[in-house]
């Protein structure tokens, strides 16, 4: 889970594909455990942007997470119809993917041969759909979206991996204290079903270049935020 979400809402939300009018590409890398062997690594890479011939934009989503001798890849493609609505814009997204995951058996010692581990490189694929609304103006965004809507289910010889469906609730505001200082309050709400998490983030930023804040996981975690805008657009 990265905590830079209100950066990347292609992520999770096919309904913000071509929201800012412009090609847009984001990069996450986030690495946990330094210093030993094996350790996660998950890296996020997204691009999407307008078509006006299609009354929408398209997007690119790819996920990976390696840990160990488990790999997972997530890629998907994204469309969604923009309409006027309400001084803003209105995002109702689709996402049509593939879902991958591997493990590489060779890697592990056991004691016993053990049937339940892979003894060479194995991978296993499925469908994945995805859904979503994103509305924005000026000030404010609001988004709703659902990924795995299908529950692909992914089967090697010697696992089955059930993935179930994810609801996202997003939103974020922008309020202007002096001609200086904006500050984007921001949250995201993460469901599948039975469990349910809840990043809130407050940002202050300084003259349209610098900001800062922190993302809070209520039990779990606080994250510094910390970053500039290189040039005006």
Known sequence: QFSQY????????????????????????????????????????????PIQLLKGGLGLNVLTDKIAQNEFLSLSLSYAYSLDMAGGKLGIGLSVGVLQDGVDGSGFITANPDPSIPTSNEKASGLDLGFGVHYHSDKIYLGLSSKHLNQP???T???????????????????????????????????DGVTTTVDLTPLIEYNK?????????????????????????
């Open 157 to 191: 010889s010697v696992d089955i991996i059930d993935i179930k469906r994810h609801y996202y609730l997003t939103a974020g505001y922008i309020q202007t204290i002096n001609t200086k200082i904006d500050f984007k309050p921001s949250i995201l709400v993460k469901s």
């Open 209 to 233: 270049k610098l900001w800062g804040g922190v993302t809070y996981r209520p039990i779990s975690r606080v994250v510094a935020l910390l970053g500039m805008h290189i040039n005006d657009d």
């Open 6 to 49: 209100m950066f990347n809402n292609l992520s999770f939300n096919p309904g913000f594909t071509g929201s800012k009018q412009a090609i847009c590409a984001t990069a996450l890398h986030r690495t946990q455990w330094l210093g030993f062997e094996d350790a996660p690594v998950s890296t996020n890479l997204s691009v999407h942007g």
């Open 153 to 155: 289910t992914i089967s």
